[in-house]
């Protein structure tokens, strides 16, 4: 599977970006991509998890991004969203999306990571 993240920029506080991250392939009779999470890594940081969707659509966040981000998947399309709003300096870092797979005819589980986007907050 790969991932292809989007939309990353630069943007002053308060202001708002729209993330995507698109998969080679999602879901067929044989294969799931089933949990999607973004995860960020700022400077001199570990990479954290800023929100989670999962095949059934449950969702969750971290706390430092409840009420201002939103994430959402559209299997039709193979994509997942991160609508990101009222940002802060401090939710400048590397974005990446990453998919949790399990195929079917293997059984195998696998993990996989999109190139990262670059979000930059200006104070």
């Known amino acids: 599977v790969q991932l292809q993240a989007s939309g990353g920029g630069l943007v002053q506080a308060g202001g708002s970006l729209r993330l995507s991250c698109r998969a080679s392939?999602?879901?067929?009779?044989?294969?799931?991509?089933?949990?999607f999470g973004w995860y960020r890594q700022a400077p001199g940081k570990q990479r954290e998890l800023v929100a989670g969707v999962s095949r059934d659509d449950s969702k969750d966040y971290g706390d430092s991004v409840k009420g201002r981000f939103t994430i959402s998947r559209n299997n039709a399309k193979s994509a997942v969203y991160l609508q990101m709003s009222n940002l802060k300096p401090e939710d400048t870092a590397v974005y990446y999306c990453?998919?949790?797979?399990?195929?079917?005819?293997?059984?195998?589980?696998?993990?996989?990571w999109g190139q990262g986007t670059l979000v930059t907050v200006s104070s």
């Open positions: 990453e998919t949790d797979t399990i195929d079917f005819t293997s059984m195998v589980v696998a993990r996989y």
């Open positions: 392939r999602m879901i067929s009779s044989t294969f799931w991509a089933t949990d």
